[in-house]
């Protein structure tokens, strides 16, 4: 079945430093992948996605880039800042038969960051 | 701010009791799903719904069951409840529930069972 698999947390960076949490997932279609943030007492916001290999979302500093060869979409952002502290969580969803979509989502990566 | 809502934000009861969480999609939005985020389990899919057709099944248990109704709200009924049960659960909507979609989430109904 599918799966993603992201790097266990917690992850301790200061202002500034560069952040990368990796993500490799496993599916028997053509997913489309996804990075979801959870700040805390919040639901889940989109961060960003693609939908196909090759492609890189991005958005508010952060890229990810789909590697169909590697089954990978690590996160990166270059200079973390105090307010990207949150649950970062790697996701994929793919097409079945029937056209369901359900999100699967890896166990989460809790990132803070100090000043 | 996504656009979905979701009632009551909290909710405590008692084992063996029965719960309803109520979900607003996005105004548009067809598809709505349902997740539970616990501690152990992370964030699992319960079940998805498409223009009030059940569409995707997850890992729900046979003691919870949902709907989604003509105005496209939906409900989850929780029954028979467990300390286990215990946990977040997140609605979300999609426009017409394509694997390519972003899903939208609400804040959650954070449950309690004491």
């Known amino acids: 079945g599918n799966s993603v698999t992201q790097m266990e947390g917690p992850v301790t960076l200061s202002e500034e430093a560069f952040l990368t949490i990796n993500c490799t997932y496993t599916?028997?279609?053509?997913?489309?992948l996804f990075w979801y943030v959870q700040y805390p007492g919040e639901g889940l916001q989109l961060l960003l996605k693609a939908t196909k290999a090759d492609d890189k979302g991005s958005n508010k500093g952060f890229e990810a880039t789909y590697r169909k060869e590697t089954t990978s979409f690590h996160l990166e952002k270059g200079s973390v800042q105090v307010s990207d502290s949150a649950v970062y969580f790697c996701?994929?969803?793919?097409?079945?038969?029937?056209?369901?979509?359900?999100?699967?989502f890896g166990k989460g990566t809790r990132l803070s960051v100090i000043a | 701010d996504s656009g979905v809502t979701q009632t009551p934000k909290h909710l405590i009861t008692a084992t063996g009791q029965r719960v309803t969480l109520r979900c607003s999609p996005r105004?548009?939005?067809?598809?709505v799903y349902w997740y539970q985020q616990s501690l152990d389990q992370g964030l699992q899919f319960l079940i998805q719904?498409?223009?009030?057709?059940?569409?995707a099944k997850g890992n729900i248990l046979e003691r919870f069951s949902a709907q989604q109704f003509p105005d496209l709200h939906s409900e989850l009924n929780l029954s028979s409840l467990e300390l286990g049960d215990s946990a977040l659960y997140f609605c979300a909507s999609s426009e017409q529930g394509g694997p390519r979609e972003t899903q939208y989430f609400g804040p959650g109904t954070r449950l309690l069972v004491l």
């Open positions: 996701a994929l969803s793919d097409q079945r038969n029937s056209g369901n979509t359900p999100l699967v």
């Open positions: 719904y498409y223009n009030g057709e059940e569409r």
């Open positions: 105004s548009g939005d067809l598809s």
């Open positions: 599916a028997t279609g053509y997913p489309s």
